[in-house]
């Protein structure tokens, strides 16, 4: 990989190092960065992503019928590894009793600590072993009410239906998912109190390394807006607000003033979330116990999604502290190639960008003077001329040469070329002996008035002046 991409591994080839080989994002970050090498994480978000939509239509056309499939009792609110059995194994879409070593598999357990992706959180990863056999568990899906579906595969030995087993989420990821799903309750108040009470929740994705949040917005928000929004998650954040949940009747929470998305499907009974006072909401998430939990958070982005959507992207936890750490790196490297102080770039990156447009300034004055007194050379034979080859990306500026050399001599012939273009140029009181027209014919295609030719070159420029200064001997 370091071989193939010295500088910068893709992120599509990030996510196969991830989705492949069970590297996680900040893992292949931590070596490349040893190695001095970028990782393009918005290519793996967009990776990731494509790899979302891609398993949502495989999910969809995986499990047609789904009353055979066996229920199984969700601890993961309070334990992340559990003593179970598995119940029921299907591969290549049908049941088995048993799977080997390599076997892409379904596990159904009657007790597992997995959450299932729903509500917009991703699906917990993790493992699932028994005495003779280990199973990695790539995604948790949820085909039906209270139906968990492991998918992964089989790394070591054979695993049975009726055997006990272990099943254990990976703790720091869920620990991150957590985090992130708890931020994005802090956020929906925020907006709220920042863009008013019309504001609700229209979508939304949790994973561990960042989170998305949608809302219904007609315009974009403004860097005030968005600042504010984030200063009060943290302000929330650092009020160490206590995690609260309860189980109650669907009405009864909804009239208590429980946020909840109105596009929904909710059951008679409903899980309520709170921290503090300050926000509850109807969710069958997984949350951090105090507010504190959540860390550093910080808003990335709000971008259109839509007519009338907008969303805001956010980091929290250990991404927003990783990303910190590299801004803060990436800001010291700056302020050190410019010889200044962090504090002090924006001042020197702005003086460079005066030097810079006041050196283009006086790169466009010369372009444009580049003409008479000691810079231009009038041969002289016939009559007087001029041959050059000057710096122009078009015909137009290659008229303006001729234009302003012809002005200083008065009277000759001026021929100027850049590239494969040529304009040819007779003060008027020459054309009737020297017609622009036939003087072309020396340097390549072309056509105009008597006094003006411009045109393409059909030979070497020095070739085209040495024949004009031949007949002008």
Same mark, same amino acid.
């Given at each position: 990989?370091?071989?193939?991409?010295?500088?910068?591994?893709?992120?599509?080839?990030?996510?196969?190092?991830?989705?492949?080989?069970?590297?996680?994002?900040?893992?292949?970050?931590?070596?490349?960065?040893?190695?001095?090498?970028?990782?393009?994480?918005?290519?793996?978000?967009?990776?990731?992503?494509?790899?979302?939509?891609?398993?949502?239509?495989? +999910?969809?056309?995986?499990?047609?019928? $789904?009353?055979?499939?066996?229920?199984?009792?969700?601890?993961?609110?309070?334990?992340?590894?559990?003593?179970?059995? +598995? %119940?029921?194994?299907?591969?290549?879409?049908?049941?088995?009793?048993?799977?080997?070593?390599?076997?892409?598999?379904?596990?159904?357990?009657?007790?597992?600590?997995?959450?299932?992706?729903?509500?917009?959180?991703?699906?917990?990863?993790?493992?699932?072993?028994?005495?003779?056999?280990?199973?990695? $568990?790539?995604?948790?899906? =949820?085909?039906?009410?209270?139906?968990?579906?492991?998918?992964?595969?089989?790394?070591?030995?054979?695993?049975?239906?009726?055997?006990?087993?272990?099943?254990?989420?990976?703790?720091?990821?869920?620990?991150?998912?957590?985090?992130?799903?708890? %931020?994005?309750?802090?956020?929906?108040? %925020?907006?709220?109190?920042?863009?008013?009470?019309?504001?609700?929740?229209?979508?939304?994705?949790?994973?561990?390394?960042?989170?998305?949040?949608?809302?219904?917005?007609?315009?974009?928000?403004?860097?005030?807006?968005?600042?504010?929004?984030?200063?009060? $998650?943290?302000? =929330?954040?650092?009020?160490?607000?206590?995690?609260?949940?309860?189980?109650?009747?669907?009405?009864?929470?909804?009239?208590?003033?429980?946020?909840?998305?109105?596009?929904? =499907?909710?059951?008679?009974?409903?899980?309520?979330?709170?921290?503090?006072?300050?926000?509850?909401?109807?969710?069958?998430?997984?949350?951090?116990?105090?507010?504190?939990?959540?860390?550093?958070?910080?808003?990335?982005?709000?971008?259109?999604?839509?007519?009338?959507?907008?969303?805001?992207?956010?980091?929290?936890?250990?991404?927003?502290?990783?990303?910190?750490?590299?801004?803060?790196?990436?800001?010291?490297?700056?302020?050190?190639?410019?010889?200044?102080?962090?504090?002090?770039?924006?001042?020197?990156?702005?003086?460079?960008?005066?030097?810079?447009?006041? %050196?283009?300034?006086?790169?466009?004055?010369?372009?444009?003077?580049?003409?008479?007194?000691?810079?231009?050379?009038? =041969?002289?034979?016939?009559?007087?001329? $001029?041959?050059?080859?000057?710096?122009?990306?078009?015909?137009?500026?290659?008229?303006?040469?001729?234009?302003?050399?012809?002005?200083?001599?008065?009277?000759? +012939?001026?021929?100027?070329?850049?590239?494969?273009?040529?304009? +040819?140029?007779?003060?008027?009181?020459?054309?009737?002996?020297?017609?622009?027209?036939?003087?072309?014919?020396?340097?390549?295609?072309?056509?105009?008035?008597?006094?003006?030719?411009?045109?393409?070159?059909?030979?070497?420029?020095?070739?085209?002046?040495?024949?004009?200064?031949?007949?002008?001997?």
């Amino acid at each position: 990989m370091v071989a193939k991409y010295p500088k910068r591994i893709p992120g599509d080839e990030a996510f196969k190092l991830h989705d492949t080989f069970g590297f996680q994002l900040e893992l292949t970050r931590e070596l490349a960065d040893e190695r001095g090498i970028e990782v393009d994480d918005e290519g793996f978000k967009t990776a990731m992503a494509a790899q979302r939509e891609r398993s949502r239509g495989a +999910i969809k056309q995986m499990w047609t019928s $789904v009353e055979n499939l066996p229920r199984s009792e969700f601890t993961g609110y309070r334990e992340l590894s559990t003593d179970s059995k +598995i %119940a029921a194994l299907r591969k290549d879409g049908k049941p088995v009793e048993s799977a080997t070593e390599g076997d892409a598999v379904e596990v159904f357990v009657e007790r597992s600590p997995f959450y299932a992706e729903s509500g917009g959180q991703i699906g917990d990863t993790g493992t699932i072993a028994t005495a003779s056999g280990r199973v990695r $568990v790539e995604d948790t899906q =949820k085909p039906a009410d209270r139906v968990i579906a492991h998918l992964g595969t089989v790394v070591t030995g054979e695993i049975r239906v009726g055997d006990t087993a272990s099943a254990a989420v990976d703790s720091a990821r869920r620990s991150e998912i957590a985090r992130h799903h708890s %931020a994005t309750h802090l956020l929906h108040m %925020a907006l709220r109190e920042t863009l008013g009470d019309q504001v609700v929740q229209k979508g939304s994705w949790v994973g561990p390394d960042h989170t998305t949040f949608d809302i219904p917005l007609s315009r974009a928000m403004t860097r005030e807006e968005i600042s504010n929004v984030n200063r009060r $998650v943290m302000e =929330k954040v650092r009020e160490a607000l206590p995690f609260q949940e309860e189980i109650k009747p669907y009405r009864e929470a909804v009239a208590q003033g429980a946020m909840h998305l109105f596009e929904e =499907k909710y059951g008679d009974t409903v899980r309520v979330v709170c921290f503090g006072d300050w926000t509850c909401e109807l969710c069958g998430g997984t949350h951090v116990k105090n507010s504190a939990d959540v860390g550093t958070a910080l808003i990335l982005s709000e971008s259109s999604i839509g007519s009338g959507l907008r969303r805001i992207d956010m980091v929290v936890g250990t991404a927003a502290d990783e990303l910190v750490r590299r801004d803060r790196d990436l800001l010291t490297e700056l302020a050190r190639s410019f010889n200044v102080s962090p504090d002090q770039l924006p001042s020197r990156i702005e003086a460079v960008r005066g030097q810079l447009r006041e %050196a283009e300034r006086e790169r466009e004055r010369l372009r444009r003077d580049r003409i008479g007194g000691d810079g231009l050379s009038v =041969k002289h034979g016939r009559v007087d001329y $001029v041959t050059e080859t000057v710096d122009a990306s078009n015909v137009d500026e290659l008229k303006s040469y001729a234009d302003r050399y012809l002005e200083k001599m008065k009277s000759g +012939i001026v021929t100027v070329t850049a590239g494969d273009k040529f304009v +040819i140029k007779v003060s008027k009181d020459l054309t009737g002996q020297y017609d622009a027209n036939r003087l072309k014919d020396l340097f390549g295609k072309g056509g105009g008035p008597a006094h003006l030719v411009t045109g393409t070159l059909t030979v070497p420029a020095h070739e085209a002046f040495q024949r004009l200064a031949d007949i002008l001997k």
